[in-house]
């Protein structure tokens, strides 16, 4: 027995299982839950006081697969958009607009309605989208 003890050696090595154990949970952690803190689309909420909802006025801007331009259900041109926008700015300041493109319409195009947009100094733009498997046409009604 003596001699057993003599010659046993004492591992002085860090085992590296438990830590690796450890990392491969964080790394599980920090994967499923980094997608959940991507920031969403900024909205500005409208303020309220005394719990009473102020109206605000939302326009539509359609831009059908043929390129054509709606704001709400009148035609307009591109060169007509910004002072239609100017004036619906003039009077309500704090005009919302909601662009409702098809999906083959050009970037560029979009793009430039955007443009528009904010060289009307309309800041609230949002892009309408519709889930994927449903029809928002059919939802909302379908505006020329």
Same mark, same amino acid.
């Not at 591992?11 to 499923?32: A, C, H, K, T, W």
């Given at each position: $027995? ?12 860090? %085992?590296?299982? &438990?830590? @690796?154990?450890?990392?491969? @949970? !964080? =790394?599980?952690?920090? $994967?499923?839950?980094? &997608? ?7 909205? +500005? !909420?409208?303020?309220?006081?005394? %719990?009473?909802? +102020? &109206?605000?006025?939302? !326009? /539509? ?10 704001? *709400?259900?009148?035609?307009?041109? /591109?060169?007509? !958009?910004? *002072? ?12 919302? @607009? ?6 083959? /319409? &050009?970037?560029?195009?979009? /793009?430039? @309605? $955007? ?17 994927? *498997?449903?029809? =928002?046409?059919?939802?909302? *009604?379908?505006?020329?």
């Amino acid at each position: $027995m003596i001699f057993e003890a003599r010659h046993r050696r004492f591992l002085s090595e860090i %085992n590296v299982i &438990p830590l @690796v154990d450890v990392m491969l @949970v !964080l =790394l599980i952690i920090f $994967m499923v839950t980094a &997608p959940m803190l991507h920031r969403g689309i900024d909205i +500005t !909420l409208p303020q309220s006081a005394a %719990n009473t909802i +102020t &109206p605000e006025q939302r !326009l /539509i801007i359609t831009i059908e697969p043929d390129e054509k331009i709606y704001l *709400g259900e009148d035609y307009v041109t /591109i060169l007509d !958009l910004r *002072g239609r926008l100017q004036e619906a700015k003039l009077q309500h300041s704090k005009v919302s @607009v909601y662009l409702r493109s098809d999906h083959r /319409i &050009p970037y560029g195009r979009v /793009i430039q @309605v $955007m443009d528009e947009v904010k060289g009307a100094g309309i800041e609230r733009l949002g892009m309408v989208t519709s889930p994927e *498997g449903s029809d =928002l046409d059919e939802e909302l *009604g379908r505006l020329p």
